[in-house]
Nanobody, 126 residues
Framework: VQLQASGGGLVQPGGSLRLSCSAS????????IGWFRQAPGKEREWVSC????????RYADSVKGRFTVSRDSAENTVSLQMTSLEPEDTAVYYC????????????????????WGQGTQVTVSS
């Protein structure tokens, strides 16, 4: 599966952005899809994920209640709706695909993800 992330940009604090992760080569619901981010000088951080078969979702505590991950199987995309953005959300955001494990929800562990899209820059600044 090949992934391409898009939708980043510059937004003021308190604003919203919607990131998209377009998949090709496989159905997006046959994988778990995760969102990660990396700010300058910091380690990569897991943000959220959606489990392939069930569609169940998980969120990092830092974004819970502000970010929503969803999937459009017809469009073969996974989206990350980000609201109430804060300067601390500034980072390059990546989507990644993880093989589904029967009985397990999507993982926050980066090395389990085999396929990564290129990042999209999100900058939150006034």
């Amino acid at each position: 599966v090949q992934l391409q992330a898009s939708g980043g940009g510059l937004v003021q604090p308190g604003g919203s952005l919607r990131l998209s992760c377009s998949a090709s080569g496989a159905n997006v619901d046959s994988y778990n899809i995760g969102w990660f981010r990396q700010a300058p000088g910091k380690e990569r951080e897991w943000v959220s994920c959606i489990t392939g078969p069930s569609g169940s979702t998980r969120y990092a505590d830092s974004v819970k209640g502000r970010f929503t991950v969803s999937r459009d199987s017809a469009e073969n995309t996974v989206s990350l709706q980000m609201t109430s953005l804060e300067p601390e959300d500034t980072a390059v955001y990546y989507c990644a695909a993880e093989p589904v494990r029967s009985g397990w929800s999507c993982s926050s562990y980066g090395p389990r993800h085999d396929h990564w899209g290129q990042g999209t820059q999100v900058t939150v600044s006034s």
